[in-house]
């Protein structure tokens, strides 16, 4: 027993001391440093208790952060996730060169984001309004990524386009986990597609919906890469996420403190929101 | 039990042997000149112009060269503002820097990460306006960096559509929006803009802010004598609208890198940039012919000053090992054969006494600097908190002057009550 024991220490403690080096103690710097002045690069700062936090309550770029990404992380769940669970259901069916289809979509997965969001940028930039002109159209033919209005659909579409590949993986792998012979069953009793699908596929993927649901949320909570390649937060302050803005304030504009204020603030937030999806979609599972 | 800890202690160990890897890498940089004579000594130089990547390097291979005991390497990473405030937060400061004169600056000496030049013999050849300069950016009489090159902005045009289309080179406001239209009818694009990149709306900005309102608007905000909702910076409000009327179409989605390639190929008559753009619209296209003007922000010509700061500027790292070989490599990027080969590549102008810009592209600018008709940029006064990019990006969106004011009024107070 102790033999055993042993080996389950050695392969956590190691774990566990790097994840506090590398995850745990930052995070504790920055509760430490929202508590102060410090501006990122002086020798010396003072504590201000709460000031920040009271400040973070009345700044209006903070709120305006907060109403873009989640405007922008719900809508990519939505869309990631209806959308790789049609492709998934697309792979798994037999169809001619299947296994090249898995590859190709799988493909943006393993491409830089920043890589991606350039190549777009430059999609958006150029070639859309080409092909706009060409086929008249005012509205394709000026830059989305310059529009006050619309520049977050194009980020968007490059998050969707990239973040599909790995949730359809995922619905893929949880489609061959289905038995076939259930189908089977099915067949005798003469269910149609829609019901086959609705009450036996997507009830047996449940686990899996929950934790591309939460997954996908998360990620896109956290959206930074695609913001900073394809509009660097603007125009004005229209695409600046949470991310960005705590990024931009804390290095750029040397208030390191205060924007530490918002991330521990920030940190709260995903947190509630990670256990009550979680607690949400498992009831759901267990209802399924 | 025993086991246990004994396999604790290994993981433990384990650990610190990665530990003591990533440890070991970084003694063996800072110290290895120290120890022995004949190693090689390794000067990390980090600046931030993109543009400038190329000649630097030509320099550093020169010095590399001549100074076998010492390597200098460059470091030239995107938004390099960004990544050295980073990198100093991280206390990784590299031994020599290179940066524009800018809020970064300012704050980055204040924090005292630079060490003092004061009294240094590089500072004797340098021109004191520049000195100067960076003395009122940061509020003290200390020299933390020595100015190298200098830049300017105004308009850059295209000789052979103003040739074409007749247009005179304008010397007032009045006469700029005339030369404007007359581009715009004769079916050019009058000014192109570069709106997408929130950094290219300092520019025009800079020109109509230091020429209206003037430099000392900035300081008597800080003390709350006076706001941004004040007719004098209405006016600056109102042209900034009137120069997006002959902004090309889509002028929104357009780049600074756009902006250089268009300009290049003749699209547009007239680029508000500085001359940091030239050699990229000359890499673009060899053959363009172009001319610079001060940008006449007001009618009263004597007001319409070329819009010049310290672009290049070279500080030592307060704890770098090696200040006696940055000295050294500072030295050597003063000698004037080496300034005049970098200011010559960039269109820049020089801070070393007796070196001038002779290229007949920048000509334009050369009465104003002989007269002193220049004046700083704006923004560098402004609180990098603030973000004034951002709001000017904002408001040309949105085209709204009073909640233009106001937003600066509002930024500037909620940053001031921060600190």
């Known amino acids: 027993m102790a033999k055993k024991k042993a080996a389950f220490y050695t392969m956590t403690i190691p774990a566990l001391l790097l994840f506090f080096l590398f995850h745990t103690f930052p995070t504790l710097q920055g509760i430490f440093y929202s508590f102060t002045n410090w501006d990122g690069y002086s020798d010396s700062y003072d504590f201000v208790g709460f000031k920040n936090f009271a400040s973070l309550f009345t700044d209006g770029n903070v709120l305006n952060a907060y109403m873009f990404t989640f405007k922008y992380a719900i809508v990519v769940t939505i869309f990631i996730n209806v959308l790789s669970l049609l492709i998934a259901l697309g792979l798994n069916s037999r169809i001619k060169f299947r296994n090249f ?188 | 039990m025993k086991k246990t800890i004994s396999l604790v202690l290994v993981s433990a160990l384990f650990l610190l042997a990665l530990a003591g890897c990533g440890g070991g890498n970084k003694n063996s940089n800072t110290s290895n000149g120290n120890e022995a004579a004949g190693k090689k000594v390794e000067l990390e130089f980090f600046q931030n112009k993109t543009e400038a ?172 004598k006076i706001k941004f909702d004040s007719p004098e910076f209405r006016e600056v409000a109102e042209k900034q609208l009137k120069l997006i009327e002959f902004g090309q179409k889509d002028l929104f989605g357009k780049g600074y890198n756009d902006g250089n390639t268009a300009f290049a190929r003749g699209e547009a008559a007239m680029y508000i940039q500085g001359v940091w753009a030239i050699p990229e619209i000359l890499k673009a296209n060899p053959n363009v012919e172009l001319g610079v003007f001060p940008f006449p922000a007001t009618n009263d010509e004597a007001k319409n000053k070329v819009i010049s700061g310290v672009d290049t500027l070279l500080a030592i790292s307060k704890n770098t090992k090696h200040s006696e070989e940055a000295k050294k490599f500072i030295d050597f990027m003063l000698q004037p054969d080496n300034i005049q080969f970098f200011i010559d590549q960039q269109k820049a102008f020089s801070a070393v006494k007796g070196v001038t810009q002779s290229d007949p592209s920048v000509e334009g600018f050369n009465a104003a600097f002989e007269s002193g008709a220049i004046e700083d940029f704006s923004d560098h006064y402004i609180p990098s908190a603030v973000k004034a990019d951002t709001i000017i990006q904002g408001f040309l969106q949105k085209k709204d002057v009073d909640a233009y004011v106001k937003q600066f009024d509002t930024e500037w107070d909620k940053v001031a009550n921060r600190k």
């Open chain 2, 53 to 224: 990547k190329d000649s630097f390097d030509a320099l550093i291979k020169k010095f590399n060269e001549a100074n076998p005991n010492i390597h200098v390497q460059q470091v030239n990473p995107p938004d390099a503002e960004t990544v050295l405030k980073t990198r100093v937060a991280k206390k990784d400061v590299p031994d020599i820097i290179g940066l524009g004169a800018t809020d970064t600056y300012a704050q980055l000496a204040k924090s005292g990460i630079f060490a003092d030049l004061t009294g240094d013999a590089l500072l004797e050849n340098i021109q004191p306006s520049y000195l100067n300069m960076l003395n009122k950016l940061i509020g003290s009489d200390s020299a933390y960096a020595i100015p190298f090159t200098a830049n300017a902005s105004g308009v850059i045009y295209n000789k052979a559509i103003f040739t074409e289309l007749g247009i005179e080179v304008p010397k007032t406001w009045d006469e700029f929006i005339v030369a404007a239209q007359k581009a715009k009818d004769g079916g050019k694009v009058a000014i192109y803009q570069t709106l997408k990149d929130a950094w290219t709306t300092l520019v025009p900005f800079n020109s109509l802010s230091s020429d209206i309102v003037g430099i000392d608007f900035y300081a008597n905000r800080a003390e709350g």
């Open chain 1, 101 to 288: 289809f898995r590859g190709i979509y799988f493909l943006p997965n393993v491409l830089g984001v920043l890589i991606v969001g350039y190549i777009f940028n430059y999609i958006f930039a150029n070639a859309v309004p080409m092909i706009g002109e060409k086929l008249g159209s005012e509205m394709l033919a000026t830059n989305i990524l310059g529009s006050e209005k619309w520049a977050w659909i194009g980020i968007v579409i490059v998050a969707v386009w990239q973040g599909i590949a790995f949730n359809t993986i995922l619905y893929l792998a949880g489609l061959q986990t289905i038995p076939r012979d259930i189908y089977e069953a099915a067949d005798i009793d003469g269910a149609g597609t829609w019901s086959r699908f609705w009450s036996m596929t997507f009830p047996m993927l449940a686990s899996f919906f929950t934790i591309n649901m939460v997954l996908a949320m998360k990620n896109s909570l956290m959206v930074f890469d695609q913001i900073v390649a394809l509009t660097g937060g603007g125009p004005g302050r229209a695409t600046q996420s949470i991310a960005m803005l705590i990024y931009q304030g804390g290095f750029q504009g040397g208030e390191f403190a205060y924007q530490s204020a918002n991330a521990v603030i920030y940190f709260i937030v995903i947190v509630i929101i990670s256990v009550v999806q979680l607690n949400f979609l498992q009831k759901r599972e267990l209802d399924a």
